[in-house]
């Protein structure tokens, strides 16, 4: 049971004249239901508890922290005795409340004002705070946890910011008995956040939502391209969500219509580009041997493969060149084809059967067939001649 004194002790109270001196509001802790003999402590219908003593009555206001004692106590025993504990200790700041990172129109991460002051003698939700002049902000009463074991009652810093700026904030704790503590002050700066753009219209190109999001300075993480019913290469959906605020520097997605990326594997390779070309992809080719004949001229790889992709991907298609039957490493100075594939002037490609190939349009680089020992001495590429013998 916790008691307050309301008024001033007489002399003919036991209080008289105790060290330390016993003044109104000054609060105490019932540790002991007895009274001196023929005292009584009865209570009294406003809540408060009398000790009878000489001609006054002194009363305290009760406030019962164990909720098991919420019986009325009497007490007229002869030599009953009881105890009292004066409360005097003011509330105390334990660590100092960090800097504080805020944007406007983004609601703050509370301030648990209990995390950073206590009091000996109170719990933290009797002591009451001032000093917050932030507009958006203020001090709130809280309850974490309702009806749990752990349940917590606090005092919080919270809301929106209503503008940008900084400073710093000096806040004062208040007992319930008018004992104050000064906090030491903490800064904060409030940043504008960023509103998002709507790029999610479906009509937005990629390039005009990538720009967007650049500019408003969102840090791009992924595009994304999905099968949808908007236009290829327009954007349908978006993270974070348009027009809400988000702090400068938040990871972004943009969802952008696609296309499904055609399997050309077991096609030649001019009716794999062209199925390819058509769909709106870039095609890179490359050339591989085999261990069969019966896939030469086939495509026997592609990279990516299946899926959905954004236009303009560049596919990779390999292309069988069946199997090695001579090996010669040699470079095109003419265009045309070379075992079933185009070539420009300077590609570097290898060759089965080179005998088949005039040097006319190309040389050697390494390989060179036995059959041609010594038929080569020189070639000048710019000679339009088939070859020099000596």
Known sequence: MQLKLLSTVDAASPFFGQTPTVVPGDE?????????????????????????????????????????????????????????????QSPTQTAS?????????IPITPVILGDY?????????????????????????????PGQVNERTVWQIQGTPGAAGSGSISLIATDPYGATLNLSAFS????????????????????????????????????IPELSGVAVGNIFSQIPPALTYVIPGTAAVLYVSGVARPVVIGLTQAAAIAALEAAGFIVSVEAQYT???????LVIAQSPSSGVALAGETVLITVSLGVLDVLAEVRAHKPGFFDGLYRVPGDTFNLTE???????????????PASWAGRIAVF???????????
């Open 188 to 223: 904060y700066d409030t940043d504008e956040a960023i509103l998002v753009p709507q790029v999610s219209t479906g009509t937005t190109t990629l390039a005009i939502g990538l720009a967007a999001f650049d500019s408003a300075g969102l840090n791009l993480v992924g595009i």
């Open 380 to 390: 000048n590429p710019y000679v339009d001649r088939e070859i020099l013998e000596f």
């Open 354 to 368: 080179p005998e088949q190939y005039s040097p006319y349009w190309m040389e050697f680089i390494n390989g060179v």
């Open 97 to 105: 409340i960090p800097t504080q990172q805020w944007y406007t129109h």
């Open 291 to 297: 261990e069969d004949d019966e896939s030469f001229g």
């Open 28 to 88: 105490w802790v019932l540790a002991g239901l007895t009274t001196p003999d023929s005292y009584a402590l009865l209570p009294l219908s406003d809540g408060t508890a009398s000790y009878a003593g000489g001609a006054t009555r002194q009363s305290w206001l009760n406030a019962i922290y164990d909720r098991s004692m919420r019986d009325w106590y009497a007490t007229d025993e002869v030599g009953d005795t009881f105890t009292i504990v004066v409360n005097d």
């Open 117 to 145: 002051v206590s009091d000996p003698d109170d719990a933290e939700s009797l002591l009451a705070y001032s000093g917050l002049s932030v507009s958006g902000l203020s001090i709130v009463s809280h309850v974490y946890n």
